[in-house]
């Protein structure tokens, strides 16, 4: 080859939206393939830059400076640095990575670079660009990372959003040395709350223990350890957090963070503080709830981008939120930016897209670039037009390109397409899809392709397409191994001309025109058993002429014959994995030996001898691509082969030496997909794309003159010669409808001529026919045939059928008269067998198909049979105690038994061990101990010791402490649980055996009481008879037997067991044959049923026959011996009779006394399983307790291990503080030194910027003074450098400037120093100053001004180390507080531990009423009680009854004193009251005074004729009251008289009234309706209502009050009337 050829990049398209980038205010950058694409949104000007190394991992940009960074995939690969437009590389930097960059980040704030690197280490590190140096970097900090972003206004702060988190970082400083020192975002949840991160030293023990132990953090209860801790518990056991998906910093230096689940936060990375914005559970502005993809900052509107089609622009004052701006796009967009000038914001999606949009929401969106953004599957040049050339992409979209790398036009054919080849005698395209079908699409007008036809070959996918160079026809293969030839020719509407099988699957597929044989080769490389390579080559050779017209070309079915095809196959030694055909050679590559070979084919093969295998050796070979498997392309001249490879290379060599080549690196190595390359007419252009990478680069081939010249000979000369058939080709096309109205006017066509036609009737029609609904061309063909065949031979196959029915009739007769001929001349049923074979190979395929099922069935029951065995094994042969249950037998008790294992022989050596440990321990101790042991005694904790457990050798509870005693007693309580269950087994065995031994005795009596009946002829009643039984719970081994009853199926027998059965029933039938012919037993029979004795119950049966003659003669012809015979034969019925009932009597009284021993049985034995149930709940209660010991051990066990893993854990974690506080102490103090150091070098620049000062008059003494003071003046003065750009600058960013760097310093000083020469200038000279004098005023000014600036950049150094000493002794002590806080968590941690020892946990067994539990109280907390022994609680209570009881003896006592003295005192006082009242009445009586008749009384002695004189005037008095009396009883008769006639006339009265009471009634009754009606509709009547109701109470209040007085008054009356009546004669006062 040519030493000038070469290959150079014309284009290159294709964008997959991962990096995009402004370089400056109208330029974009964006990674594509191998390469860096710049595109001028202005003038449309495209560059590119190739990378160095083999692909583009990651890039960055930064358009402020024009400074952008990438990074190629590799081992150690490097950080290269360009500026834009020069495209020069600034540094490269390397030595971070070992494998790759994941992330990159530039500064606006000056040269630096933050990168992220992959596995295995994911460093973080801040370059230096400029001096390509690391300022610092961390270790294991960039995991999971997805994005870097520097604070625009502090490159001190960088942000990392993770898949999961945000983490910013800050860069702290001194001198030289940089520091990164991460502060973690704390991002809500994912329903809106802020939850904090779990830090292992921010967790306290208590030290008050709880019901269930101390509270641990979960990493103790988990049983982590390590570095990853707080993180894996934080995954494991903290709620969802947001997911985080795009940040943007604000000018204030926080930054929004957008979520997925459509929240808006703010960040303060100073404070660390977030605050929620936007939530989308309870926003009030649903546009924004959908989630955010990318944010964009301008002035004061914050443009955020969702998961629709809408960018907004947000105005955000606190968390006031409103939408300023909209712009509504045609599709999703995913990334947001605004160029550095801020005039313009770009906006990229992932469908191939990029928009510009302006300020104002009603400007046009932009769209600047829209190409597809899926995986090219195919490509090619148009061999009929130059300028353009096409593309297949994944989604199903063909896209025309000019040659200038233009997009003209594209088709969605909704539908995957796998494969893509152009015609070289029209202007179309076909397209293979994964269905089968070849798309037809005419791209004569390059805008707008359309698809004129389709044709079904396949039900798979088409993978290869491939016309020759002439275009005489068009090939196809798909997986099938089916290749079918076309006829290309829109002339001949695509005409499919034949087909052929291959011998597998092709992998690739070339053809060739051979003009001088006029001949069209085909070159097939057929896969090896479902590989990707093959050593098989299999040459089709076709006529170029239309084989149609050659007779015998194809069969019925469309099958090509030997006529038209020539078939060679050849054999390589290596496998191959792509070939192409050339001029009688193939070039192949081999991934094997990763080469490219060239076979020569044999001049003359034979093509009758097609299945004959030649053996092909390589012409020579070369190195191809060392990653491969490489494609393969032959120029359209055929002097030229391109290859590409994974690796991203394309190589081109002469075919005439392959030595030679040369390469072009188009591709990116890191994604391995399939490489496309085809060559445009001319040869001397190519195109390639990957399959993977998504870009598409056209490139210009620069080969020798000679080969240049003979390419461009050979596409005029193809041109030429075809020219006028692709005119006609062409102009048949453009007549060719659209597919789409092809098949609308087909369908109406059909539509129209289905009307013409007769009904059909499609009863008859199978009804498991199922029409396919998309047939191929072959099964299109095979069916047409099928139908012409049967309208041929249709009257040929209704003969043959009628022939076929006389025969099978005929057979059918002649069997039937061979089953009636005798056995000797009947023939064998196979001797009508016509076809013998057919039947013995279908009896072959029957026995086959029978012995795979009795296979399949065998091992099914085996499979079962093992599932059995296995269950069984497991689950009942391993139980020592089956488990069974016993029913009641009138009751609902239901008592279960324990199923026990047989314990292991380490079970049983563990307790072995356990309990010669106890007895050694037991031994050991004094008989002091033992006393004191036996004085405390342990509290009993469970119902196991009424089992007949003695637990003599475990622990008392308050002695288990220890771990191994837990573990002990542990062993120990499972062996009390076993002994306790087998205990209760031996009850229930008996109670089982007892059950089993009643059913006995019940089927016993149930079989008399059945023998009763029968004899009293009570068969109806048989079927009330109880007969219980066991179930299946109860005697569980009935599920292990399957009984004959239980099968369904009809039973199988063998040939063998068929015989033994019928030998069996052979037998059986001679045997009661031979019984039946004997006389005795028949006349046995006949005489007594069989039996020589009549039993006695035969009585009930027997009947006495009467005399003859009672049959034969009538009653009055009876002799006298034949009526005494008459007699006796009644007497013998009536004694019969008699006995009869007393026989029955006896039966019945038998059947009670069987039915009453019956219920008695079952009724006794219901009560003992009533008592074993009572037993089994108390058992139950006794495991329980024990094993809730265990339980509470275990857990106490559990307890220990989390307390052994938390001081684990504490003590990692001191070991680490004590280091990391080691290592801050050793940089405190080497800072502390630097800062000294530092601060002595301050303190003598300052002290020689005032020297300067002070020398200034020393300097100019020679000056005169008023020049001295004016010079002085001047050398005060400074040039106002911010001023001035504050001034003369117009920022069109509203943001303030970046933070001042280290590196801008020297910058600024510059610009200092150039406002200085300015002052310098001779204009600003005093007058008559001598020039000489004025530069040196200059140069001492100048070195002032360089001194001050030094100073001024020490001070600030100086502070940033200050500041970094006082951050390094702020963790100091926070790291010194860290271990104090972990070493009083460990002291409190043992703390808790002993305390956790030394009181554990102990189970009490309470009596009923020792403790009342409320209902309100479900759990008891018992964390204040105090467990004491029983016994000191009873000797207390003891003393205290016995004080109790003194003190109310002493209480009694003294209150029958007390009571004496009361008693005492209160005689005492009556005595005193008596004396008084004697000695008041003696006075009273001293003291009385006489009236004269009262004296007279007393003076006369004649009393009884006073007395007489008193009876007669009484007597006269009585006399008078009598007559009086008369008197008033006739006056008030008179008067009653007088009453009866005023009542009978009021009655009268009564009556008129009682009449006119009923119309009153009804006037009433209607004035009350109508005064409700009234009342309801007017509130005044309410109010007067009330208010009267009011008064009235008012007026009986006050009648009461009055009354009340009266009452009162009276009161006084009577008991002054009573004292008046009755005086006490001690109240009388001594006058």
Known sequence: MDIFACAKVRWIQGFTNKDVYFVDKNTIAYPCGNYIYFLDLNSKQQTILQSPGRGVSVFTANGNSGIFAFSPPGLNPSIFVHSHPTLALKNELAGSSKLDYISLALSDGGPYLVSCSSLPDFTITVWNWENATPLCQQVHGGKNICSLSFNPWNWLQICALDKSSITVWNIERTGSHHVLKPCPIELPDVDGAIAKRFVLSSHSVSEELCYYGPELPPSAIAGLKGDKTEDIVNKLFMKARVTPTAICWTTTSQFYVGCKEGFLLLVDPEHLSVSTLIDPITSEVPELKHGFQAFALHKDNLIVVGKNNVIQGLQIKGKQIKITKTWELTCPVTTALYSPNYETLLCASDMGQIFTLNENPTEKVKKVLDVSSGDFVALSFSPTDKN???????????????????????????????????????NYVVLGTTCGKLLYADIRDPQQPRIVHQTHLYHTAVDHLVFDQDGHYLFTSSPDSYMYILDPKPSSRFAVLGYTVLQSLPLTLSAQYVKGSDEVKVLALCADSAKNHSRLLTLLSFPADDFNEIPNSVDRNGCLSNNVLSVSKYEVPIPLTSCVLGDNEIFAYCHKKKSIQCFELPQHSDSSGSEQVIELNPKCEVKGHPLGPASLTLSPHKLWLASLGQDGILQVRECASVEKYIELHCHSMCLTGVQLVSFSADGQTILTANTKDGSLVCSNLRMSEVANQQATEYSKLSEGNLKSLVKNENSTLGDMLKWSEQVSMRKAEDSQGSGNLPSIDVTEQDENYKPLPHKTWLENRQEAIVKEDNKTYAEMKKNLRKKLKEIRDTLHEMVRENENVPENERLDPKEFILDVDTQMSLEAAIEEEMLKMRTDSKWNILANYYLRDVLKRDHWDALKVKGRSVKGF???????????????????????????????????????????????????????????????????????Q???????????????????????????????????????????????????????????????????????????????????????????????????????????????????????DKALDDMMNGVLEVKKEDILKSEIPPPEFVLTKPESQWSEEEKRMHKDYEKKCEDLNDEKDKYRKVLETGMRKLQMATKEATEKFDEILAKLFERKIKCEMAVNQEELKITNLCYSLLIEEELRNREVELKLKLEQVLTYKDDIAEEVVKCEDEVEQFRMTYDTVVAEDKDLDKEFRKEFSDVPSHFVDELYRLFKRRPRVQKMRAQTTKNPIPFKDPLLSGSMAPESLGKLLMAVDEMDSPQNMPKNLNPLIWERFCIFRRTKIEKEHKVKMNAMTLAEMLAFLQKRREEERAAIEEIKTISEELQRLHKVKTQFMVDPKIQVLLKWGQVEMYDTELTVDYSNYVLVDRSIVGNLNKTITMLGEQKISTMVACKDFRKGIIQQEWENTVNKMRIEDLQNEARDIQMLKLSEEQNEYLDKTDRESRVSKQVTSLEKTIAFGEKAHLKKVDHRKQKIKQLEQQAKLMSDKTSVLEAQRKDLEVTVSELAHMCDRIATDDPSLKREERNQEIVQRRKLKELAQVQAEELSLLKAEVERLRTKNFPSLNRLQHH
Not at 394 to 417: A, E, H, Y
Not at 936 to 941: A, M
Not at 1012 to 1033: C, F, G, K, Q, Y
């Open 890 to 960: 009138h009751s609902d008790y239901e008592v279960k038994n324990y199923p026990l294992k047989e314990r292991t022989k380490q079970e049983l050596e563990d307790l072995r061990c356990v309990e010669q440990m106890r007895k050694i321990e037991k031994a050991q101790c004094t008989k002091q101990k033992e006393k004191e042991e036996e004085s405390h005694v342990d509290i009993k904790s469970s119902f196991s010791y009424e089992f007949g457990y003695s637990g003599h050798y475990l622990y008392n509870q308050f002695e288990v």
């Open 388 to 426: 353009i050339c096409l593309t297949v992409r994944d989604p199903g979209q063909l896209q025309v390109w000019s040659t200038d790398g233009i997009i003209l036009g594209s088709l969605s054919v909704q539908t995957k397409i796998t494969s893509m080849a152009c015609c070289p005698i029209a």
């Open 962 to 1080: 220890s771990r191994e005693q837990m573990v002990n007693q542990i062993i120990l309580l499972l062996d009390a649980i076993y002994q306790v269950k087998t205990a209760f087994n031996k009850e229930f065995d008996a109670a089982h055996r007892q059950k089993v031994h009643e059913l006995k005795n019940i089927q016993q009596r149930n079989a008399r009481i059945k023998e009763i009946m029968i004899e009293l002829d009570r068969h109806e009643n048989l079927h009330e008879i109880w007969e219980p039984s066991l179930t299946v719970a109860e005697w569980p081994e009935m599920l292990l037997t399957v009984h004959d009853s239980e099968i369904t199926a009809e039973k199988y027998l063998t040939p063998e067991q068929k015989e033994e059965q019928e030998k069996k029933e052979l037998e059986e039938k001679r045997r009661l044959a031979s019984k039946g012919n004997s006389a005795r």
